[in-house]
């Protein structure tokens, strides 16, 4: 099975803040990653696919980098609706999610 | 506008057994591969089944293999989730899931769940 590491677990940072999160897998998994955020009480949202496609609706202070083992997602520039958790997901075997990043203000 | 509407969570015994619901609206249900995904109270996010299009396809999580069965009415655009033997374990919030039409294992619409407790 493939695993799935997100760093840091929580990250606490201000508006306007460039965030970014890690998330590695266990063995390669090419471009077949995505990202979601989720707030209390709410469902997952799709954030961007393929590692680094952002997903229509997304604003573009949201972007993905990264292939293999190792990827990112980035926020430019931290606003307050962007406070929540984060989770990367891998495709290239069924689906396994990270434990989530929790990003929290600081 | 999509919608997935989750039903049949409730407190149930362990041992017991459950069907979930799931009826989907605002798009082409039987053009799309279909999930269930699971959260546990205060814990990540675990991918639970998927459906094909067409039914003729399922895979499961290896925690929950041999005991939940997923199903699909096209006719009646319905997603179903049978689960049995249940354990303390299987305690989450339900969620269903669209399969995105750039990767059916993207998802990229979703319920607000439903919650099943297993607990005596």
């Known amino acids: 099975d493939i695993q799935m590491t997100q760093s840091p677990s929580t990250l606490s940072a201000s508006v306007g803040d460039r965030v970014t999160i890690t998330c590695r897998a266990s063995q390669s998994i090419s471009s077949w990653l995505a990202w979601y955020q989720q707030k209390p009480g709410k469902a997952p949202k799709l954030l961007i696919y393929?590692?680094?496609s952002l997903e229509s609706g997304v604003p573009s202070r949201f972007s993905g980098s990264g292939s293999g083992t190792e990827f990112t997602l980035t926020i430019s520039s931290l606003q307050p609706d962007d406070f929540a958790t984060y989770y990367c997901?891998?495709?290239?075997?069924?689906?396994?999610f990270g434990q989530g990043t929790k990003v929290e203000i600081k | 506008e999509v919608q997935l509407v989750e039903s049949g969570g409730v407190v149930v015994q362990p041992g017991g057994s459950l069907r979930l619901s799931c009826a989907a609206s605002?798009?082409?249900?039987?053009?799309?591969?279909m999930h269930w995904v699971r959260q546990a109270p205060g814990k990540g996010l675990e991918w639970v089944s998927l459906i094909s299009w067409d039914g003729g396809s399922t895979y499961y999580a290896d925690s929950v293999k041999g005991r939940f069965t997923i199903s699909r009415d096209n006719s009646k655009n319905s997603l179903y989730l049978q689960m049995n033997s249940l354990r303390t374990e299987d305690t989450a919030l339900y969620y269903c899931a669209k399969g995105a039409s750039s990767g059916y294992w993207i998802f990229d619409y979703w319920g607000q769940g439903t919650l099943v407790t297993v607990s005596s």
């Open positions: 393929k590692a680094s």
């Open positions: 997901q891998q495709y290239n075997t069924q689906g396994t």
């Open positions: 605002g798009f082409t249900f039987d053009d799309y591969t």
